[in-house]
Nanobody, 125 residues
Framework: QVHLGETGGGLVQAGGSLRLSCVAS????????MGWFRQAPGKEREFVGA????????FYGHSVKGRFAISRDTPKNTVYLQMNSLTPEDTATYYC??????????????????WGQGTRVTVSS
């Protein structure tokens, strides 16, 4: 059974940084795209970014581009999300996701094959 476990969420002040981690278990994802979505209360789930297994291709959502960075440790089935220059608008539950897709196509949540349970990020002003 596939399980995606996110860690690293918490409370941070505006302008600060956080690093989220997601470890996948239950199977290997050597050829799969891994990434992140987020969902704020009362809002739709939003694509954050995704990266291919090789790490050669990444795609980011418009609202985080230039501030967030995804990296992967493919042999460890792990994907990271480095979040910098955080603002209160980044407050959300962040979900790890895996898809048999390109990073660009993965921006559509319908392309996601597996979801994590989410980790909460709160940015105070």
């Amino acid at each position: 059974q596939v399980h995606l476990g996110e860690t690293g969420g918490g409370l941070v002040q505006a302008g600060g940084s956080l690093r989220l981690s997601c470890v996948a278990s239950g199977r290997t994802f050597e050829s799969w795209t891994m990434g992140w979505f987020r969902q704020a209360p009362g809002k739709e789930r939003e694509f954050v970014g995704a990266m291919t297994a090789s790490g050669t291709s990444a795609f980011y959502g418009h609202s985080v581009k230039g501030r967030f960075a995804i990296s992967r440790d493919t042999p460890k089935n792990t994907v990271y999300l480095q979040m910098n220059s955080l603002t209160p608008e980044d407050t959300a539950t962040y979900y790890c996701a895996v898809a048999w897709s390109t990073p660009q196509r993965m921006s559509d949540p319908n392309q996601v094959n597996y979801w994590g349970q989410g980790t909460r990020v709160t940015v105070s002003s």
